[in-house]
């Protein structure tokens, strides 16, 4: 179970971000930090780069250490996710990421190129979230007021898988997790201030 505060989050990705996917060259908590770095570096928003640094959190609710592609399994982990970081800071943060499959979906139809840069597990996923969107899907993601930071984050997700690349420890990478969350203000105070274990409790996934 998840308490429902930002620092709750960090601590999933201290306990949990050492897991790697199959088909996957990155852990967990390297995959997010690059991300983020990816969308530091591009100067965006405090709320899109927090929103590059969660976009996977829902992966961290399955059972540790599986792969749900490999069981023929779409574990929605962007919907899970998504839920989540929109309780404590809204659309801006959340949207992002519950469209970031869409991207993916949409990205493959638009680009023929773009299922080639796609890894092993992402591909494998594909299948599973639908395949390439038809006109009629592409038109629809493209009227959400979201799509466009979506399909930013999705291109830094697919760049952000590089084996030799993180922070100079875990440590530090969750210190600036703690940063970026910092920057983004929540919708309310939780029950529970960062660091504290009480507060709403969220199950895993369904």
Known sequence: MLALTPESFVELYSRQGHVAYAGEPVFHLAHAWQCGQLALYAEASPHLQLACWLHDLGH???PEGLTPTLEGHNDQHERVGADLIEALWGPM???PVRLHVQAKRYLVKRNPHYLDRLSEDSRRSLCLQGGAMNDAECEAFERSPHHKPALLLRVWDEQAK???WFARSANAALAQLRLVMSQ?????????AMGSD???IVTHLP
């Open 184 to 192: 983004v203000p929540l919708l309310s105070v939780p029950s529970s």
């Open 198 to 200: 009480r507060g709403a």
């Open 162 to 164: 590089q084996p030799d």
């Open 93 to 95: 943060v959340a949207e």
């Open 60 to 62: 961290l609710l399955g």
